[in-house]
């Protein structure tokens, strides 16, 4: 069987499922990408194309402009795809992200092959992300938001025409697209390393040159790909001085980076040209004593591990959006986990069976919550090894997930 993967970022969340096809006798795997050179990656060859913002025109309806940019896109990769086909490839199944728009042209190059979707997210004026959080999301013009959204939904339900399956790695992601979609909608998670992911008792990692951290220390995580308030940064810091007074010995430690990965980047009165990493901790450092509240960036991925096997408490925060690796990663970890109360997070973990849940704006809640598990480590060891249970046994990537995907992929081939 021939496949084409197509993801900007390849290979996103096909990591493990290309490289496992890939290996398979008889299978020859490609990947579209955006970048500058083609490439091989774990058996998978690799072909790149470029997007030039000097393609987007100016002007026209601001409903439009994101379909704008997607069309763009899907003509870089048609014709990169085009090129493919020129030198003789010609997929049976195509594997593809679809939110950036370049698989809407891939039936036009390629009009046999059978193409499934990854469905993440649809977009939603009520019930998701749109209009969680008053203080960021209300809209100036709600009528011009609607459309808005609707707009971004055109690329999401062109490129559904024409493909045979989806795949969401969660029921509630597959719960935001159109009724009628569901049974073409798959739920399979892009899977978790629990063999690698793991508890390790004996852990110990050294922070900021030289200071020495074990699990006998009192350490309290939080991660965010960018430190902003779709993963609830804000309410975090806000709860952060009364739980440092609660907690004289513990220490804080933030993994992420000062980029936007969901919602806006600052624009209010004095926020232009700032982080919300800063403009948060701006608000509460003088209540803060810095010597115990570390920001750490980007860590490399062991390292990142390991900190969360050292955690004592892990504090995951979301909007009613896609969740984060890094909430099921901490789970197969086994950590003492205080997660928002919201639609995902509630897939996952039951409160006080997996972890404890707090309405994401409750900072004093959370305070308590993660008291509570500092100041109860039987309850804590408990709801960890609940949370690394119910990974391994709905979400494991060896005996569930990527069975599972290969067998999707069988089904879309036909």
Request: proline residues 6%; contains cysteine; neutral net charge.
């Amino acid at each position: 069987m021939n496949v084409l993967f197509v993801h900007q970022n390849f290979p996103g969340q096909y990591r493990h499922l290309a490289p496992a096809l890939a290996a398979l006798p008889g299978h020859q795997v490609r990947a579209l990408r955006i970048g500058k050179d083609d490439a091989s990656w774990q058996g998978v060859k690799v072909s790149s194309y470029a997007v030039s913002p000097e393609s987007v025109t100016p002007g026209g309806h601001p409903w439009l402009a994101d379909m704008q940019t997607k069309l763009v896109r899907a003509e870089a990769a048609a014709r990169a795809a085009a090129q493919l086909k020129a030198d003789g490839f010609v997929p049976d199944v195509i594997v593809a992200h679809p939110g950036w728009g370049e698989t809407l042209l891939l039936p036009e190059v390629w009009p046999r092959a059978r193409i499934g979707l990854f469905c993440e997210v649809y977009y939603r004026g009520d019930g998701a992300d749109v209009g969680f959080d008053p203080e960021f999301s209300k809209a100036a013009d709600e009528l011009a938001e609607a459309g808005r959204l609707r707009a971004k939904n055109i690329n999401h339900l062109l490129s559904f025409e024409d493909a045979v399956a989806g795949i969401s790695p969660t029921e509630w992601q597959r719960s935001l697209y159109p009724e009628r979609m569901h049974e073409r909608i798959n739920v399979v998670h892009d899977g978790i390393d629990t063999r690698a992911l793991r508890p390790n008792p004996g852990i110990s990692m050294s922070l900021n040159k030289g200071l020495r951290l074990t699990r006998e220390d009192e350490v309290i995580t939080f991660v965010n790909r960018n430190l902003e308030p779709y993963r609830g940064y804000h309410v975090f810091m806000r709860a952060l001085p009364e739980l440092l007074r609660r907690r004289p010995k513990a220490r804080v430690i933030l993994v992420g980076g000062d980029g936007v990965s969901y919602g806006a980047a600052p624009s209010g009165p004095g926020q232009v040209g700032k982080t919300w990493r800063q403009i948060f901790l701006d608000e509460v450092k003088d209540e803060l004593d810095m010597r115990r509240v570390h920001f750490v960036g980007k860590l490399p991925y062991a390292d990142f591990v390991q900190l969360l096997q050292l955690s004592r408490v892990h504090v995951y925060l979301t909007y009613p959006f896609v969740l984060s690796w890094s909430l099921m990663e901490s789970m197969s970890i086994g950590c003492a986990i205080v997660a928002s109360d919201t639609a995902p997070v509630r897939e996952v973990i039951a409160d006080r069976e997996h972890g404890l849940l707090v309405d994401f704006f409750d900072g004093q809640s959370l305070v308590e919550r993660c008291c509570e598990l500092l100041d109860d480590p039987a309850l804590a060891a408990r709801l960890g090894k609940a949370a690394r249970e119910r990974v391994v046994e709905r979400y494991d990537l060896t005996t569930r997930c990527l069975p599972a995907q290969l067998e999707w992929v069988e089904r879309v081939r036909g």
